[in-house]
């Protein structure tokens, strides 16, 4: 299952970065700098999805948004002098699809497992896409033919009232730190393509950066931001140095920022309550901070001193910007749950109640990451039911009981009952 909830958000992002992306497809014919002509409209769309449209209609549009990415994938082709005009309506056809392969991906039973599968195997299978020996007049349909398995694929019955709602606080640290990245990739990836030891190898990097940010995932999500931002700061001490070795590792050390961000955004977004909503406005403010760093990158030009004085000085307010949101956050640290020491024995003393108070004595942070029915399982074990106690407690299956305990492990980085229980401060068994 969670492989099959994987296949179409990597078959999205096959295509993206092989053709509207300055994917290697694109680069072919020579329309350099043509990812505005696919961003901007693509931005706009997916605003619009994350706010005023109808979440019953994304089925059946995502198919008739899709058709018209591919058509317009194989235009481009055949036709470059309009494939600026191609680019716009994949970017709008294209969105529908994007949000529709994220809702699919929340499917998944490990959701964080997913998450890092997704964006592993789709940089592998871009790099086996651009080495396999075949004419690019056969791989622009290729490519097309990507999308047809998230525009085909069902979403299913999705919990609307399970998640987070923390998206926001976050999205001004993504939108800054993607201005920092289209800056970097603009002043280096040029350089890179000619003095490359490997062309491809870069995204080995991306690819490790994913799976090793797994670990930290488990623990400490914004943990992923931090390994970001150190290792863009290490990529900018060797921009000013010349010499292809300092140009190849500092191209690395992006892939690896840019994988950890990556990696922190997708878990992120699928945590959240209205996965529609939040792909659709997480999306846009995403895709806005790389066409604000594509456009500062050409307004600077080859100004390799002016390119790190800026890409330096949006990295320190990026920085900034995420003290003042963990400041905010504070009241989400699971390390302060422990002082929540009587816990199990208040909720014990509520077992005869029919409304049990366990919310009351859970933090305001962890009131607002929990749904109403992870709460209710929650309190249920705290209470030392077995599963099945609390499948008969609430009216639910086991197998429902189980997968909402498995959300609560994750979001309170833990990996099993006795590691939650102690964490609550308990000693409760079962």
Known sequence: MTLRASLPFVAFVVWLLSVPMEGFLLAHLGLDNAILFFLIPHIGTLAFIGTVFPRRMLSLVAVVGGIAAMISTVLIAHSPPGAHWFLAIAGVGSSFVCVKAGIILKRSPCVAMSAAIGLAAANVLLFVFMIVPVPHSVKFPAAAALLLVPTLARTGAQDEADGESNLAPFLPFVFVFQIVSGLMYGALYQEYAEAAFLPGIELAFYVVAVLAGLMFLRRRREGLLALAIVMAMFAFSLVLIDGPASVNVALFAMQVAAGFLDLYLLALLLAQRNSCRAFGIGLAVTCAGIAAGKTASLLIGDASQLVVAVA????????????????????????????????????????????????????????????????????????????REAAQELGISESSVKTYMKRVYDKMNVSGKEELLAKLGTDQEG
């Not at 920085?319 to 020491?341: K, S, T, W």
Request: overall charge negative.
């Open 312 to 387: 330096n000085l949006v990295l320190t307010s990026s920085v900034l910007v995420l003290y003042l949101v963990m400041r905010g956050e504070q009241h989400l640290d699971v390390a302060a749950i422990p002082a929540m020491g009587g816990m199990a024995v208040q909720a014990e003393a509520e077992a005869g109640n029919a409304e049990p108070s366990f919310e009351l004595m859970l933090p305001p942070g962890l009131r607002k990451r929990f749904s109403d029915q992870e709460k209710s399982v929650l309190a249920c074990v705290v209470r030392g039911m077995t599963f």
